[in-house]
């Protein structure tokens, strides 16, 4: 479902004299159905880097990114934003929303792009409000005033409303209670069973032992690491 090949990356400072930072060289990566990938490696390795690659908001210098088909390297922006109507998820770890739009229609929304009928995508969304406990008083309101563990769930929310076939979580269970957290864990191993294939940032350890069927260590995809 999401196959990367031979990927590069570099960074061009503009703002410091041009200086070029080589970030990333040769990274592969394959993800079927049904797994749950953990990208590890020390901190500066490279994790969000190609996790933004494999979103679409970074581009790679070379190689490919097939989602679902897509090659994110060289796919227009239109087929990049159809990718992520229809295939692909992302629950980054902050919430970035329109103020004043009500926690149900933020959650609600990626089904209303799709065409879901506007009482269909509210029930879907206030299911999942629901079981990630936010209080139903506060459904109405904007998240912008929420708590950050708060505002983490109604990412998550956002993120699973759509069983979209492949999904990327940054940190997904990062600043939750540990009901919430179990709460998480389980809707990713559900995303699983159903057959999505997901690529994690996970500091949690034992959520990525429960969750991931392999680790790959970005540290081997740094230019000049042994290959
Ligand atoms: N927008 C950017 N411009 C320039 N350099 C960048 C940019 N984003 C990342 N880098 C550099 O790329 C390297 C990899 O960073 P990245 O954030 O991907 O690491 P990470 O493994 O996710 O780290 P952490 O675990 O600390 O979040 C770092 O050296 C970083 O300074």
């Known amino acids: 479902m999401i196959e990367i090949e031979n990927l590069s990356k570099s ?11 080589p970030v990333m060289q040769g990274a592969q990566l394959s993800v079927g159905r049904g797994e749950c990938v953990a990208l590890v490696g020390a901190s500066g ?37 159809a990718l992520r109507r229809e295939t692909l998820g992302y629950v980054s770890q902050f919430l970035r929303v329109v103020p004043r739009v009500p926690t149900v229609d933020v959650v609600a929304e990626p089904l209303l792009t799709l065409g879901t009928p ?25 998240p912008t005033t929420f708590s950050g563990g708060e505002q983490q769930r109604v990412n998550i929310a956002r993120g699973f409303v759509h069983p979209y076939p492949a999904l990327l979580l940054d940190e997904p269970t990062a600043s939750l209670d540990a009901a919430n957290r179990e709460v998480v864990l389980t809707l990713i191993e559900e995303a699983k069973s159903r057959g999505a294939a997901i690529i994690g940032i996970f500091h949690d350890e034992s959520a990525r032992a429960r969750l991931c069927d392999r680790l790959v260590d970005v540290t081997g995809f740094t230019p000049g690491a042994a290959a």
């Open 11 to 21: 960074f061009t400072l503009h703002n410091q004299g041009g200086a070029v930072i």
């Open 45 to 81: 390795a490279g994790k969000s880097t190609l996790m933004r690659m494999v979103w679409g908001n970074y581009l790679a210098a070379s190689g490919s990114i097939r989602v679902g088909g897509v090659d994110l390297v060289t796919a227009a922006p239109r087929d990049i934003l």
């Open 118 to 142: 506007l009482a269909e995508a509210r029930a879907r969304a206030e299911t999942l409000l629901a079981r990630l406990n936010i209080p139903r008083r506060l459904w109405s309101l904007s």
